[in-house]
């Protein structure tokens, strides 16, 4: 069993940053692809982006590319997601999540992962 637990997110002005860490208890999270999704009110959970197991791969979707970055310190158990740049359109629920499938590729579906953090809100203001 592993725990997710998160810290960070919170209120920024447009054009702001911000970074999220996820961090794990109860199994190495080396073990683990990890992934970042988020959900903003009345819209499915939608996928931002993945971090493969020793942080060699990672990709992003469309919408956050080249704004968002995902790394990861597997001596600390901890998943970072440093968000630059926000925009009105980010504000929502961001989980991290982990998934015990060994190819990245997958985790840009909810179905592939395992464990799931808490969520920590992300405001943006205009």
């Known amino acids: 069993q592993v725990q997710l637990v998160e810290a960070g997110g919170g209120s920024v002005q447009a054009g702001g940053s911000l970074r999220h860490s996820c961090t794990a208890a109860?199994?190495?999270?080396?073990?683990?692809?990890a992934g970042w999704l988020r959900q903003a009110p009345g819209n499915e959970r939608e996928f931002v982006g993945a971090?493969?197991?020793?942080?060699?791969?990672?990709y992003y979707a469309d919408s956050v590319m080249g704004r968002f970055s995902i790394s990861r310190d597997n001596a600390k158990n901890t998943v970072y997601l440093q968000m630059n740049s926000l925009k009105p359109e980010d504000p929502a629920v961001y989980y991290c999540?982990?998934?015990?499938?060994?190819?990245?590729?997958?985790?840009?579906?909810?179905?592939?992962?395992?464990?799931w953090g808490q969520g920590t809100q992300v405001t943006v203001s205009s």
């Open positions: 971090i493969s197991r020793y942080g060699g791969t990672t």
């Open positions: 999540a982990a998934s015990s499938s060994r190819t990245v590729w997958d985790l840009k579906v909810q179905g592939a992962y395992d464990y």
């Open positions: 109860g199994r190495a999270f080396s073990l683990y692809g």
